[in-house]
C-alpha cells in the first residue's frame, strides 16, 4: 500500500499547517500554481503507521548483523544522534555570524585535530558530503597543485583495477584520463605495471589500502617510490581505514591526499544512503587548495576560513559548510573512544574478520586469497560452487536474508568472479560471527543438496526476488492516480 | 571497551580458531618500518555522561537567536513525527537498498518521495537525491552539456545564489565549461529577458532560470524559459520546494516547460543544522533519464507478481559504468529525503500551500514594518515569495552586530557579494516567525539605526549654539 492509497479527499491534519486564510497577495496570477499538488491527505496516524511499516520491511543495522563488505557498517552509538541534534545545534543557521557559534565551531576544530592524529596529515577539511566528494576534492587538489607548477601536460591518474567506481568516476569530474592497473594474484597491485604506467602524464595514483580486496598492499613503500619518482601524488581512498587505526597511518605510507568516510570509520548513521561526509587530509605541499571551508583558531576563537584566507583553494563543495549534523556525530564517537579506543577499532575489526575467515574456511568455503592475512574485511568466491551447483553469489546473499543477515556485498571487486566481501565490523560478537558462519555452513549444505531452494531464495522476505530487468525496460519511476491525467 | 563485546574468553577462542598467538600478530604483513601509529595528541576517552556534559555546555554556550536569516536555508516548523521516525533504526541504520528485498521500505519511501517531488515540480522523472541543492545545480550544469552534445557553455544569471554559482564553478571547471554570468535589472531586482538578446545567435548547452530567485524575487521565468528553448538550449530550473506549493512549477514554464529542475530539500523537514546535512533534488524530462545522475527507484514486481521496488537504471553509476557513469555520487543524502518524504505527507496539500502563503505573508509584514523605519526601504520593485533585499541608511553590519546583541539574526549582509548595493540586507521571515517577533525586530532596527543617522542626544547641550 502507498501513502497515497490511503490518501482521501477532504482529510486534513490541522495541527500541522498554519492557519488557513492567508492569502498570496502579493504574487501576480501568471507566477501562481494551477496544477493539483500529488500529496497525500492523511492523518498523523495515518502518516506514522504506514512510515512505522514501511521501517519495518528493512534491515538494518539495529536489527540485523549487515557484514556489507568496504561499507563498515557497525553500530551506530544512539548518544551521537542525540548530542548532535540538541536544540541550539539544530537550530543554528548557516549564515549565522562565527561568534554565535564557538562550541559548534569548537567541536569541529577538535574533529578536524582527531582526524590529523589518525591520519598523520598536516591539514584537514570537512568540507565534501561523502566519500566520492572527497575524492573530486582530492583528485582536484591534486590538479590545482600540477596546474600550480606549470606542470600540465600530467593528465592521467591511474587505479588499481580492483578500486572502487567512485575512484575512475571522480578523477574523469575533474578533467582526467583514467589508467587502470593490474592487480596480481596474491591481491597486490602489480609492480611491473605500475611501472610501465608511470611517467611525465601521470598525476597520480588513487589507492585504497587495505585494498578493496581485503589485503594490505604489501608494496605500498614501492609504489610511493615510483609514483613520487614519476613526479605524481599518492592519493589515499579512505573506505578501509577502519582496518588500520592507530595501527598505521597514510602519512607514514607516503600518501599527499587522503579522504576519510566518516559514515564508515567514524560510525556515523549511513540512513538508507548517506547523508555522508567525505573529510579530506592533506600533506603542507597540498595544504594550499583545501576545499572551503576550514575551521581555524587564533587565540581560542574559532572562525570558519574562506576565500581570503585560502586564496589558492579549489573552492566550495556545498552551499554551506558540509554535512556538519554529520560532523558532529563523528565527533562525540570519536571523543568517546578516545586514544586508545581508536586502536581497539582496528584490532577487533581485523580479528572478527580473520576468525570469520577461519570459520567459513572449516565450514567448506573457499576464500580468495587463503595466503594472506584477512585486513577488516574478505572475500569467499563461488566459483567453484557456481560451477558445481548452478548457485551463485547472488543466490547465497538472497538466501542469507532469509536465515536474518543482511548479505555481504556481491559481485564487488569485480575481478574475483562470484564474490562475496565480507566485512563483520568491531562492533559484533563472536557469537552473532558464529551464528552468521552456521547460516552459511547450511546455504552451503542446502545448495548441494537442494540448488533449486536457494536459487529461488529469498522466501521470507517481504517480497521474492525482484524482477530489475523489467523495472529497468518498462519504466516506473513515479506514482500516478487511475483518474487524473498528469 | 567502547562499543566493542569481546571477552577474554571470547578473544582466547577467537585467536586460536585463527592460529595466531596475539591481535599482533594478524598486522605482520604490514612493513615493520610502517607500524607504530602513535596517536599524537588524541584526547582520552569520554564516557556518555562525560561526552553530554561537554556537548550541553557548548550547546547552551552558542545559544539560540531570533532568527531572520534564509539565503538558501530556512526555519520551518518541523512536526515531531518527522524526525522520530526518520531516526528509526531500520531507517536511520540502514544502508543503500542494494539489497531490495531486504530494502523494501527504504525503496518504496524512495518511490513515494520521488512522486510527491515530480508532482512539486511537474516533471517526469526525479532521482533519489544528492548533497545539496549547490551541488545539484552543477549536476545539472553537467548534465545539460552531455545531453546538448555541441556546446559547453552554460548562462548563469547573477541571481542565482552566490554560493551556488561558487560551487558550480569548483565542480565544473576542470571539464572545460564555461560560466556566463546574465546581469540582473537593478530596479526590479530580476533578470531581464531583454538582458539576453547580446546572448541571441550563440550556441549554449543551458540557461539556469531561479525561482524565486536569491534576492526573493520572482523572475519571468516563462520568457526566459522560452528563450532559452527557441535558441536550442536547455531550461534548468533552480526553485524552492515550499514554493512550489504556491508557485507556477518548472515543468509548465513557458510553452514547453523547464528541462531539468533542481533545488535544495532542506525546507521539507530538515533543521538548519549549522549547514546541513540538508539534500539536492533533481528532476528532468523523461527522455533526459538516462542522463540523470544519482539513485532512482523504481516499480517492478516479486518472483510472485506482487509489486516491489528496485533500485533502476544502475548502468549509469559509478559502480558499473565507473568512468563513463554519469557522476561520481554514490552516497547521497537518504535520511533527509526520509524526513521530507514524512514532511510533505503530513501537512498535505493544502497544508503545504498553508505554509508558502504563511512565509510569503510573514515576509511582507516584515517587509511593511521594516521600511516604516526612517531611511529603510525595499532595494528592488519586483515582487517577492519569501524573502527581500532592504537597504538601510548606514553600513549593515554594525547594524547586523547591535541586532545579535539583543538576540537578533537581523539578516544576511549582501556587501561582500553584491557590493554595489548600497547597505543591503536579505531579510526573511517564514511560518515560523510571530507577529511579535517581526515588531521586536522591528522595534531594535528603529532604534539601532535611529541612533546612528541622527547626532548623539548627549551632543546637543542646552544652550549650546547649532
Not at chain 1, 601524488?233 to 587522503?258: E, Q, S
Amino acid at each position: 500500500m502507498l501513502i497515497f492509497e490511503l490518501s482521501r479527499p477532504g482529510r486534513r491534519n490541522a495541527a500541522q499547517a498554519p492557519a488557513a486564510g492567508v492569502e498570496a497577495s502579493g504574487i501576480p496570477a501568471r507566477c501562481l500554481r494551477t496544477q493539483p499538488l500529488l500529496l497525500p491527505e492523511v492523518s498523523e496516524l495515518d502518516a506514522v503507521r504506514h512510515y512505522t511499516a514501511l521501517s519495518q520491511k528493512n534491515y538494518s543495522i539495529d536489527t540485523h548483523f549487515y557484514p556489507l563488505g568496504s561499507c563498515t557498517m557497525k553500530y551506530n552509538p544512539r548518544v551521537c544522534n542525540e548530542l548532535a541534534m540538541l536544540p541550539q545545534f539544530r537550530a543554528r543557521h548557516p549564515g549565522a555570524p562565527d561568534d554565535t557559534g564557538q562550541g559548534f565551531l569548537a567541536c569541529l576544530f577538535e574533529l578536524q585535530e582527531m582526524l590529523k592524529s589518525v591520519t598523520g596529515m598536516t591539514q584537514v577539511s570537512l568540507a565534501p558530503m561523502a566519500g566520492a566528494q572527497g575524492e573530486f576534492a582530492g583528485v582536484a587538489m591534486i590538479r590545482a597543485y600540477h596546474d600550480s607548477r606549470g606542470d600540465a601536460p600530467r593528465g592521467e591518474i591511474l587505479v588499481p583495477d580492483a578500486a572502487h567506481g567512485t575512484n575512475p568516476a571522480s578523477a574523469v569530474m575533474c578533467g582526467y584520463t583514467v589508467r587502470e592497473i593490474a592487480t596480481d594474484a596474491d591481491g597486490n597491485v602489480e609492480v611491473a605495471a605500475l611501472k610501465a604506467a608511470v611517467g611525465p602524464r601521470t598525476a597520480g595514483l588513487m589507492l585504497t589500502n587495505p585494498s578493496t580486496l581485503g589485503v594490505f598492499e604489501r608494496h605500498i613503500l614501492e609504489i610511493r617510490d615510483i609514483v613520487h619518482g614519476a613526479g605524481g601524488l599518492l592519493y589515499y581512498d579512505g573506505a578501509n581505514l577502519n582496518a588500520i587505526l592507530g595501527r598505521v597511518t597514510p602519512a607514514d605510507m607516503g600518501f599527499d591526499v587522503i579522504h576519510i568516510n566518516l559514515h564508515k570509520t567514524f560510525s556515523t548513521p549511513h540512513g538508507g544512503g548517506g547523508p555522508g561526509a567525505g573529510p579530506v587530509g592533506v600533506n603542507a605541499r597540498l595544504a594550499p587548495f583545501l576545499p572551503l571551508p576550514v575551521v581555524g583558531r587564533a587565540k581560542d576563537e574559532y572562525r570558519l576560513l574562506g576565500e581570503r584566507d585560502l586564496p589558492l583553494s579549489i573552492g566550495r563543495l556545498g552551499a554551506h559548510l558540509g554535512n556538519a549534523g554529520v560532523l558532529l556525530r563523528a565527533y562525540v564517537y570519536m571523543r568517546m573512544l578516545g586514544a586508545r579506543g581508536m586502536q581497539r577499532v582496528a584490532d577487533f575489526a581485523t580479528l572478527n574478520a580473520n576468525y570469520l575467515m577461519a570459520e567459513l574456511a572449516k565450514a567448506g568455503f573457499e576464500v580468495a586469497f587463503p595466503r594472506r592475512r584477512a585486513s577488516h574485511e574478505f572475500i569467499v568466491t563461488l566459483k567453484h560452487l557456481k560451477e558445481k551447483t548452478g548457485v551463485t553469489a547472488m543466490d547465497v546473499a538472497k538466501r542469507l536474508l532469509d536465515k536474518g543477515f543482511h548479505a555481504p556485498t556481491t559481485y564487488f571487486p569485480l575481478l574475483v568472479p562470484e564474490c562475496l566481501l565480507i566485512e563483520p565490523t568491531e562492533t559484533e560478537s563472536k557469537q552473532t560471527l558464529d551464528a552468521f558462519a552456521a547460516a552459511m555452513k547450511e546455504i552451503l549444505e542446502e545448495a548441494r543438496r537442494d540448488p533449486q531452494r536457494v536459487k529461488s531464495a529469498p522466501h521470507a522476505t517481504p517480497v521474492r526476488r525482484l524482477d530489475e530487468v523489467k523495472a529497468a525496460r518498462e519504466l516506473d519511476l513515479a506514482w500516478r492516480p487511475v483518474n487524473r491525467e498528469r | 571497551m567502547p562499543f566493542i563485546p569481546h571477552t577474554d574468553e571470547d578473544i582466547r577462542e577467537m585467536l586460536a580458531a585463527i592460529g595466531v598467538a596475539s591481535i599482533e600478530r594478524l598486522f605482520d604483513e604490514i612493513p615493520r618500518e610502517l607500524r607504530g601509529g602513535a596517536l599524537a595528541g588524541f584526547p582520552p576517552a569520554l564516557g556518555e555522561m562525560e561526552i553530554a556534559r561537554l556537548m550541553r555546555g557548548r550547546a547552551e554556550r552558542d545559544g539560540t537567536y531570533l532568527n531572520f536569516i534564509g539565503a538558501g536555508a530556512y526555519e520551518h516548523h518541523i512536526p515531531a513525527a518527522v524526525w522520530q521516525v526518520a531516526t528509526r533504526g531500520e531507517f536511520y541504520s540502514a544502508y543503500t537498498p542494494y539489497q531490495a528485498e531486504a530494502s523494501q521500505g527504504t525503496l518504496q519511501l524512495l518511490y513515494e518521495y520521488q512522486t510527491m517531488m515530480a508532482s512539486l515540480v511537474e516533471l517526469d522523472v526525479t532521482n533519489a537525491s544528492l548533497y545539496d541543492g549547490a551541488s545539484a545545480l552543477a549536476e545539472a550544469v553537467l548534465m545539460a552539456v552531455r545531453a546538448h552534445r555541441s556546446s559547453r557553455k552554460v548562462l548563469v544569471p547573477l541571481t542565482v545564489h552566490p554560493a551556488w554559482r561558487k560551487v558550480v564553478r569548483t565542480l565544473v571547471r576542470n571539464q572545460g565549461i564555461e560560466l556566463v554570468e546574465v546581469p540582473y535589472c537593478s530596479e526590479s531586482g530580476h533578470t531581464l529577458p531583454g538582458a539576453l538578446a547580446r546572448f541571441e545567435g550563440r550556441d549554449f548547452a543551458a540557461l539556469v532560470i531561479p525561482q524565486p530567485n536569491f534576492f526573493g524575487v520572482l523572475e519571468p521565468v516563462d520568457e526566459l524559459t522560452d528563450w532559452a528553448r527557441a535558441g536550442g538550449a536547455l531550461a534548468i530550473a533552480t526553485v524552492n520546494p515550499t514554493a512550489l506549493a504556491l508557485l507556477k512549477p518548472p515543468g509548465k514554464w513557458g510553452g514547453r516547460g523547464a528541462d531539468i529542475a533542481v533545488g535544495d530539500g532542506q525546507p521539507l523537514g530538515a533543521p538548519l543544522a549549522g549547514g546541513g546535512p540538508y539534500f539536492g533534488f533533481m528532476a528532468c524530462r523523461r527522455d533526459l533519464v538516462r542522463q540523470m545522475p544519482g539513485r532512482i527507484a523504481g516499480a517492478t514486481v516479486d518472483a510472485e507478481g506482487r509489486r516491489g521496488y528496485v533500485l533502476t537504471l544502475q548502468a549509469r553509476e559509478q559502480h558499473i559504468r565507473r568512468s563513463r557513469a554519469t557522476s561520481n555520487i554514490c552516497t547521497n543524502q537518504g535520511l533527509m529525503v526520509a524526513a521530507a518524504t514524512i514532511y510533505m505527507a503530513l501537512p498535505g496539500p493544502d497544508g503545504l500551500a498553508a505554509v508558502a502563503r504563511a512565509c510569503h505573508a510573514n515576509t511582507l509584514a516584515l517587509v511593511s514594518r521594516l521600511t516604516a523605519v526612517g531611511g529603510v526601504a525595499r532595494a528592488f520593485s519586483g515582487a517577492i515569495f519569501h524573502e527581500a533585499v532592504i537597504r538601510l541608511p548606514v553600513p549593515a553590519a554594525p547594524v547586523l552586530n547591535a541586532l545579535k546583541a539583543q538576540g537578533i539574526l537581523g539578516g544576511l549582509n549582501l556587501a561582500h557579494d553584491y557590493s554595489g548595493l548600497g547597505h543591503a540586507l536579505l531579510v526573511c521571515a517564514t511560518e515560523a516567525r510571530s507577529e511579535e517577533d517581526l515588531a521586536r525586530y522591528a522595534e531594535h532596527l528603529a532604534r539601532i539605526v535611529g541612533r546612528r543617522t541622527r547626532p548623539a542626544a548627549g551632543a546637543l547641550k542646552p544652550g549650546s549654539k547649532t
